[in-house]
């Protein structure tokens, strides 16, 4: 599903080079659960671009379903992330001026899906979300858990295969935060990948698999893949 063969990302300052990224290499496979936690500045936010197709590495290879994407136009990745990659994000990064369902529609309307179909799937990932009740509410109507909900509604609305989640409980209380967890593992139990970046061991520990990052590179990983294991017996 997603390979990723010893990245670097190397920002510049000037003449300094400062290094976010050092000889990364992971592999997830279909249907995983994935957690990638680590401190602020150890790399973790820099990867999440990688993975979402929102940034592109200094060297090295990136592969989504088999496809390399690590050195596609900007115009070519945008067309990846919107069929292939469903986003969540900590400040939900909803419209203040638009309803949930307006929302919710957004990233359909910039894949050019009709307007009659597009409020179909959107009416759909927001009861999916138990949300039909507040279609109408813009953001500011809506609590923090809510908003999240429309958030998640509209990373489902194109039916991704990835869903890419960045601290997706960062902002929210306890009881909120555990109602968006249970939703993720939701998901993936209805076969998604997702792919969670967090900072906290508690909402990592709830995942499949933990990747721990540290000064730009993996600490550790709780996956103990063979070759074997993530190719179905073909050699990478």
Do not use: W
């Not at 990364?24 to 249907?31: A, C, E, G, I, T």
């Not at 967090?198 to 070759?227: C, F, P, Y």
Request: net charge neutral.
């Amino acid at each position: 599903m997603i390979r990723i063969e010893h990245i670097y990302k190397i920002y510049h300052m000037g003449d300094i080079e400062v290094p976010a990224l050092c000889d990364v290499s992971l592999h997830v496979r279909p249907r995983e659960f994935v957690a990638v936690i680590g401190p602020s500045g150890s790399g973790k936010s820099t990867l999440m671009n990688m993975v979402g197709c929102l940034d592109t590495p200094t060297s090295g290879t990136y592969y989504i379903e088999g496809q390399e994407v690590s050195r596609l136009r900007e115009n070519q990745l945008a067309a990846i992330r919107n069929r292939k990659i469903g986003f969540i994000f900590q400040g939900f990064n909803l419209l203040p001026k638009l309803s949930a369902l307006e929302n919710v529609e957004l990233p359909l309307i910039y894949m050019g899906i009709a307007a009659s179909e597009r409020r179909k799937l959107a009416l759909e990932a927001l009861a999916r979300v138990g949300l039909t009740d507040r279609i109408h509410h813009r953001p500011s109507e809506l609590s923090g858990g809510q908003q999240q909900r429309v958030a998640i509604a509209r990373a489902l609305s194109s039916r991704p295969p990835i869903i890419l989640a960045d601290e997706p409980t960062g902002n929210l209380d306890s009881k909120s935060g555990m109602e968006v967890m249970a939703m993720m593992k939701e998901l993936h139990a209805e076969g998604k990948t997702i792919v969670l970046i967090t900072h906290d061991n508690d909402v990592a520990k709830q995942a499949g698999r933990t990747i721990r990052i540290q000064d730009g590179m993996i600490a550790s990983d709780t996956a103990l893949l063979t070759e074997t294991d993530l190719t179905g017996g073909q050699p990478i």
